[in-house]
């Protein structure tokens, strides 16, 4: 590990859709800074089971330009409008059952903005990113 | 160059494909493309609430659709 920088990165530098488990750490990395008084997180996670059927694993797939350009322009909303810092990252191909498929994280002074930039992010991004559950993989 | 259709979810499960790259000399309304394609066997029932968008961005069923466009069929989204 290197030495952690103060500054943050730069919104679009953060990747917003991956193949890759979701680390928790880095999205708040991400976001944080000397300044954040509250950081808050939300992790949409696969369940191990749905209406009644054990699930192995969901299979998610996006429109992945429009995705990006949608998650990014969430993110950017959240952050005028809360100033605060955002970040949104969904994870797209097999998810295994406990493993997270979609992370929000906000960083800011206090924590009402915070929070509300937070439930914000995830709640548009669920609402309006061209992702879908492709496919259930259901236990035997 | 042509018109590229993008289908997902249940309307590419339903036509067996993801795209369909179709030939297109005047300018056409989405509303015209959508009726065109629900001809098409496998969509015969409808596209069931699909979005439309072209080049990315949401269209609606007056919108123009020209050549070299992407034209992508959204159904209901379900991620996260």
Request: net charge negative.
């Amino acid at each position: 590990m290197g030495t952690k920088s103060l500054s943050c990165p730069p919104t679009a530098a953060v990747e917003v859709l991956t193949a890759l488990p979701l680390r928790l750490e880095a999205a708040l990395e991400a976001v944080r800074g000397p300044e954040s008084g509250s950081v808050v997180s939300m992790l949409g996670t696969v369940r191990d089971s749905e209406e009644g059927e054990a699930i192995l694993a969901i299979h998610y797939e996006a429109y992945e330009p429009m995705a990006e350009r949608v998650i990014r322009s969430v993110v950017a909303e959240a952050e005028h409008r809360w100033g605060v810092r955002a970040m949104a990252v969904h994870r797209l191909g097999r998810v295994p059952a406990g493993e997270t498929a979609v992370l929000a994280a906000a960083a800011g002074v206090h924590r009402e903005e915070t929070f509300a930039a937070c439930r914000f992010v995830i709640d548009e991004v669920k609402a309006r990113a061209p992702i879908w559950k492709a496919r259930f993989e259901e236990a035997l | 160059m042509g018109l590229r259709i993008l289908f997902f979810g249940g309307c590419a499960e339903r036509l067996g494909r993801k795209s369909l790259d179709v030939p297109l000399g005047a300018p056409v309304r989405v509303s015209e493309l959508v009726s065109t394609l629900t001809e098409l066997r496998p969509l015969r029932g409808g596209l069931g609430g699909v979005q439309i968008a072209i080049n990315l961005e949401y269209a609606g069923a007056d919108a123009e659709v020209r050549d070299g466009d992407e034209v992508a069929f959204l159904p209901p989204y379900s991620g996260g």
